[in-house]
């Protein structure tokens, strides 16, 4: 990933003007597939490539992974499965008829009837970063549709990303696949209720930017206080799963083991070899903030908790692409009593929110039949 911003737009305008001008000439194979993701294999791009093994669509398809770490991942995989790097990738890109993303893209025009698809990782809630602006000046030439989830969020994926309607396809997020599957058998200990904890980005190290301050890992805790919170947890039977952003800075966080409450670096995280979503669908409640992955949460209509510590610094920051207030159906939490509400509440089966959330579930969310990887290749013209 390119963080400067000068350079990158200096290589856009200059070198990648000219790999546009070649990709218009190359002939494009339309037994390959692309998926690229400069922020690892995870996200849309890795489950729409596990639907694209478990249905054999590698028995017709050349199937390209250009990720980082590809050398790990490049070992015993299945027939007509490649992984390169990032920067093969460009070269895959020309001879691809189809080409997924789900973070970034290559600014590469796309070549007449070769399909480029940018599912993205979330439905807008939060505003649009100032890179996301200025990045998105051509995004009719990038891509040959940006995903919407819903009609209602046509116009709005339209403005982040620059582009006219006919480049909006309706369709979910193929990683809330999964969560239409049976649960898998994860051992996640004795608890009466297990709650996942997903907080949005706030500062990062790699990217060099920050969404607000925040001194410690989670709202209304210090990290002294880590301990005492556990103890309340284990006095509830409560098991929380903190899974934290995969950008966010935790160097100076000592990610310590609790009984009850599990804090998982990215890295930590895939260390247990769970699947994120496989991992929600288990769940009996989540705690976020403004990340996006409550829209998906709605699928399984339960409880959500709305941690509320800094909306007034994020608003003023960042920003939201819709009414934080209406699009939130749940306890929206204020304090560390809040917070703690929350968990008995949940503890309890107390949930009055039912109806709020299939509102906005229908609002957000225009499939909910499970089907979302299988719709993403019939917009690429990808069949058996």
């Given at each position: 990933?390119?963080?400067?911003?000068?350079?990158?737009?200096?290589?856009?305008?200059?070198?990648?003007?000219?790999?546009?001008?070649?990709?218009?000439?190359?002939?494009?194979?339309?037994?390959?597939?692309?998926?690229?993701?400069?922020?690892?294999?995870?996200?849309?791009?890795?489950?729409?490539?596990?639907?694209?093994?478990?249905?054999?669509?590698?028995?017709?398809?050349?199937?390209?992974?250009?990720?980082?770490?590809?050398?790990?991942?490049?070992?015993?995989?299945?027939?007509?499965?490649?992984?390169?790097?990032?920067?093969?990738?460009?070269?895959?890109?020309?001879?691809?008829?189809?080409?997924?993303?789900?973070?970034?893209?290559?600014?590469?025009?796309?070549?007449?009837n070769q399909r480029v698809i940018?599912?993205?990782?979330?439905?807008?809630?939060?505003?649009?970063?100032?890179?996301?602006?200025?990045?998105?000046?051509?995004?009719?030439?990038?891509?040959?549709?940006?995903?919407?989830?819903?009609?209602?969020?046509?116009?709005?994926?339209?403005?982040?990303?620059?582009?006219?309607?006919?480049?909006?396809?309706?369709?979910?997020?193929?990683?809330?696949?999964?969560?239409?599957?049976?649960?898998?058998?994860?051992?996640?200990?004795?608890?009466?209720?297990?709650?996942?904890?997903?907080?949005?980005?706030?500062?990062?190290?790699?990217?060099?930017?920050?969404?607000?301050?925040?001194?410690?890992?989670?709202?209304?805790?210090?990290?002294?206080?880590?301990?005492?919170?556990?103890?309340?947890?284990?006095?509830?039977?409560?098991?929380?799963?903190?899974?934290?952003?995969?950008?966010?800075?935790?160097?100076?966080?000592?990610?310590?083991?609790?009984?009850?409450?599990?804090?998982?670096?990215?890295?930590?995280?895939?260390?247990?070899?769970?699947?994120?979503?496989?991992?929600?669908?288990?769940?009996?409640?989540?705690?976020?903030?403004?990340?996006?992955?409550?829209?998906?949460?709605?699928?399984?209509?339960?409880p959500i908790g709305f941690t509320?510590?800094?909306?007034?610094?994020?608003?003023?920051?960042?920003?939201?692409?819709?009414?934080?207030?209406?699009?939130?159906?749940?306890?929206?939490?204020?304090?560390?009593?809040?917070?703690?509400?929350?968990?008995?509440?949940?503890?309890?089966?107390?949930?009055?929110?039912?109806?709020?959330?299939?509102?906005?579930?229908?609002?957000?969310?225009?499939?909910?039949?499970?089907?979302?990887?299988l719709r993403s290749l019939t917009?690429?013209?990808?069949?058996?």
């Open positions: 990933m390119i963080k400067n911003v000068f350079f990158k737009n200096l290589l856009i305008n200059s070198v990648f003007k000219g790999i546009s001008v070649v990709n218009q000439v190359i002939p494009k194979d339309d037994n390959q597939i692309l998926l690229y993701s400069d922020l690892g294999f995870r996200d849309n791009v890795r489950y729409l490539y596990d639907f694209l093994i478990e249905q054999g669509y590698n028995q017709k398809y050349k199937i390209v992974c250009a990720v980082k770490d590809y050398e790990k991942l490049d070992k015993d995989v299945p027939e007509n499965v490649n992984f390169v790097s990032p920067v093969k990738g460009v070269l895959k890109y020309l001879t691809s008829n189809h080409v997924f993303y789900c973070f970034g893209r290559l600014p590469i025009n796309t070549a007449r940018q599912m993205w990782h979330g439905t807008s809630f939060k505003g649009f970063a100032q890179n996301m602006k200025k990045s998105a000046a051509h995004a009719d030439k990038f891509y040959t549709y940006v995903y919407a989830s819903s009609e209602y969020f046509r116009p709005i994926v339209e403005k982040k990303f620059n582009c006219s309607p006919d480049h909006v396809a309706i369709c979910g997020h193929p990683r809330t696949d999964v969560m239409y599957h049976t649960n898998p058998d994860y051992d996640l200990g004795d608890f009466k209720k297990v709650i996942m904890w997903m907080p949005t980005f706030r500062q990062s190290k790699t990217l060099g930017m920050t969404d607000v301050a925040q001194a410690s890992i989670l709202p209304f805790l210090e990290d002294s206080e880590l301990g005492e919170f556990d103890d309340f947890l284990r006095s509830q039977n409560v098991e929380i799963i903190v899974k934290l952003h995969p950008m966010q800075d935790v160097t100076a966080v000592n990610l310590t083991n609790f009984t009850n409450l599990k804090l998982l670096s990215n890295t930590k995280f895939d260390e247990t070899g769970w699947d994120l979503y496989k991992l929600l669908s288990c769940s009996d409640a989540l705690i976020t903030d403004y990340s996006s992955v409550f829209y998906d949460y709605l699928l399984l209509n339960r509320e510590d800094d909306v007034e610094e994020y608003s003023q920051k960042r920003g939201f692409a819709v009414d934080p207030e209406k699009f939130r159906p749940g306890t929206h939490m204020k304090s560390l009593d809040d917070l703690k509400q929350f968990i008995m509440d949940t503890a309890q089966n107390q949930d009055q929110f039912i109806e709020q959330r299939k509102e906005i579930n229908e609002l957000a969310n225009q499939f909910q039949d499970g089907k979302n990887c917009l690429s013209n990808i069949g058996k």
